[in-house]
């Protein structure tokens, strides 16, 4: 009788070891997951407390703030039951029954699976350290603040819940396709939106709008094209170009500027090689959005008039006293430190925003695993004005071969330098009136 009882004693304390390492496990996979959508970087204000919310995001409409994500019950979800928290991530409903605003990317969510969701809720649940810190939605102006629009808007344009529908048989693209359509949301950013502010396409089925580029600045910044265009696209880069871009936030073609700085160092360097190779593999498969596109073709006129001192084209002595030391006079800059202007689709893509406003403000390439330096650009706009940067902006799209569309005028680079100080704050703003 003795032996029994203690083998069934031993029996059920290795059945709760193992159910203790199955958690362990879950709530371990919940955190990669949670790396994989980069939930930290909204659901974390500047210098506040990870997933504690309060993070202002400016949107077409207004500002609006990121809600607390901890498990605190007061001020987070820590009183949401699983059911409560799938609500949330894949219909946008709170659990008061309010409809979140599509910052929340749930159109995207929706395809996550129900293995991943439980891993998730595990991870916020469990692994996630509680914060008593109140969301700021009191501050979110009317008409703003109501919520039943949102609710309209939710039931006209987010998409029922379905599993992701594979359009290949590669098992490789196919996990790319679920990352990118799903948990890494790259729509949400990099696909152009309709006047109703919902993307045009939601995957690459509904058509080639998806992850074509951003047809509006967010935060004085837009989304590139990640589709194979052979102009302002993909369509030049390899998949290994990819993987190095998606790792390390560098490649021979460009560097990570803007939003994107933060999503290479808060979720891509985390994700695992196969992941990082099923995401490259599936934004090669992608076809072009313009298949007519001129490709992009060097030319070194600009290089050698600079070579020779004739830095007589608007803009030319500006790029030589600013830009040259680091990009070098024939645009190539460094490869993997400094990053090419020639032939740069973030250069060559007809918006010249992102490039305005990197020109007046600076920015910085992060350091991470296996890229250890951190790059900083410095600021421009404090020392130059309005003409200045349009000029100089002017000279890097049409040089070395860079044929940019849109020619850049200094009332454009007005409204950004303003737009940019209202963002950044009165520490910015002095830099950019020019106190040094």
Not at 15 to 35: F, H, I, M, P, S
Not at 214 to 221: Q, R
Not at 285 to 306: H, Y
Not at 326 to 353: E, I, W
Request: proline share 6%; net charge negative; with cysteine.
């Amino acid at each position: 009788m003795k032996k029994i009882f203690l083998a069934l004693l031993l029996g059920s304390l290795s059945c709760a070891a193992l159910a203790d390492q199955g958690n362990t496990d879950l709530v371990k996979q919940g955190e990669y997951l949670a790396r994989a959508g980069d939930c930290i970087a909204c659901h974390t204000s500047k210098g506040g407390q990870p997933f504690a919310g309060g993070l202002p995001m400016e949107t077409p409409i207004g500002t609006i703030y990121s809600t607390n994500i901890t498990p605190d019950k007061t001020s987070g979800i820590g009183d949401y039951s699983y059911d409560d928290f799938e609500k949330a991530v894949r219909h946008g409903v709170t659990k008061e029954g309010t409809t979140l605003y599509p910052a929340m990317p749930y159109p995207s969510y929706a395809v996550i699976s129900d293995a991943d969701m439980h891993a998730l809720y595990a991870y916020f649940m469990q692994g996630v350290a509680p914060v008593n810190q109140a969301n700021k939605e009191s501050e979110i102006p009317w008409p703003l603040s109501m919520r039943w629009p949102l609710a309209v808007w939710r039931g006209m344009f987010a998409p029922s819940v379905a599993p992701i529908q594979p359009q290949q048989q590669d098992p490789v693209l196919t996990r790319g396709q679920y990352l990118v359509e799903g948990l890494g949301h790259c729509g949400a950013c990099h696909t152009p939106r309709s006047f109703t502010m919902q993307e045009k396409a939601l995957n690459n089925a509904e058509g080639s709008n998806f992850l074509s580029g951003s047809n509006a600045p967010v935060d004085g910044w837009t989304a590139s094209n990640l589709r194979g265009d052979s102009r302002d696209g993909l369509g030049r880069w390899s998949e290994e170009d990819l993987r190095q871009f998606l790792r390390y936030g560098r490649n021979d073609h460009t560097a990570v500027f803007g939003g994107m700085s933060d999503v290479v160092e808060h979720s891509l360097q985390h994700l695992n090689d196969a992941d990082i190779t099923a995401i490259a593999r599936y934004l090669k498969s992608l076809g072009a959005k313009d298949v007519n596109q001129v490709a992009f073709s060097p030319n070194s006129s600009e290089a050698q008039a600079l070579w020779h001192g004739d830095d007589s084209k608007p803009g030319a002595a500006a790029y030589v006293d600013s830009c040259a030391a680091c990009h070098k006079t024939d645009g190539t800059g460094y490869k993997r430190f400094f990053p090419a202007l020639q032939g740069n689709p973030v250069v060559l893509a007809d918006d010249p925003t992102s490039l305005i406003h990197i020109v007046l403000v600076g920015g910085q390439l992060p350091g991470v695993s296996g890229a250890p330096s951190t790059i900083t650009m410095p600021a421009f706009g404090w020392r130059m004005d309005d003409q200045q940067v349009a000029d100089v902006v002017n000279f890097i799209r049409s040089s070395w071969g860079n044929s940019a569309p849109q020619q850049v005028s200094a009332s454009q680079v007005a409204k950004l330098r303003k737009t940019v100080k209202d963002q950044q704050g009165s520490a910015d703003i002095k830099v950019l009136e020019g106190q040094k």
